[in-house]
């Protein structure tokens, strides 16, 4: 069963980190991009990065806040989001998303579009609250 599992989200305060996983099983990562999505009310399912099947290649939305780092580790068949000096704004339910085909990875890593390909996980959730 193709299945992606997000883990490390949680209540943190403006200005803290967290690092949020996302680990496959059912099929091998390392042949597919994988990207990180964010959702709010009020802005929907946005995308925050991507980083690629080919060379690695990593890419971040520009309307993101915060600093943000995504890698991978294939070893483990996960792949990570660096989440720091996070913001209020910051709060939502971080997706990862995985394609395989170019012209897939093309539209979700490069325009941070959502397509009909994407392999979702089930999501974990951010809270950035004093």
């Known amino acids: 069963q193709v299945q992606l599992v997000e883990s490390g989200g949680g209540v943190v305060q403006p200005g803290g980190s967290l690092r949020l996983s996302c680990a496959a099983s059912?099929?091998?990562?390392?042949?597919?991009?994988i990207g990180w999505f964010r959702q709010t009310p009020d802005k929907g399912r946005e995308g925050v990065s991507c980083?690629?099947?080919?060379?690695?290649?990593?890419y971040y939305a520009d309307s993101m806040t915060g600093r943000f780092t995504i890698s991978r580790d294939n070893d483990k068949n996960t792949v990570y989001l660096q989440i720091d000096s996070l913001k209020p704004e910051g709060t939502g339910v971080y997706y990862c998303?995985?394609?395989?085909?170019?012209?897939?990875?093309?539209?979700?890593?490069?325009?941070?579009?959502?397509?009909?390909?994407?392999?979702w996980g089930k999501g974990t959730p951010v809270t950035v609250s004093s």
């Open positions: 998303a995985a394609v395989h085909d170019a012209k897939s990875v093309q539209a979700m890593c490069v325009e941070f579009r959502v397509v009909d390909t994407i392999i």
């Open positions: 059912g099929f091998g990562l390392d042949y597919y991009a």
């Open positions: 980083i690629n099947n080919n060379n690695g290649q990593t």
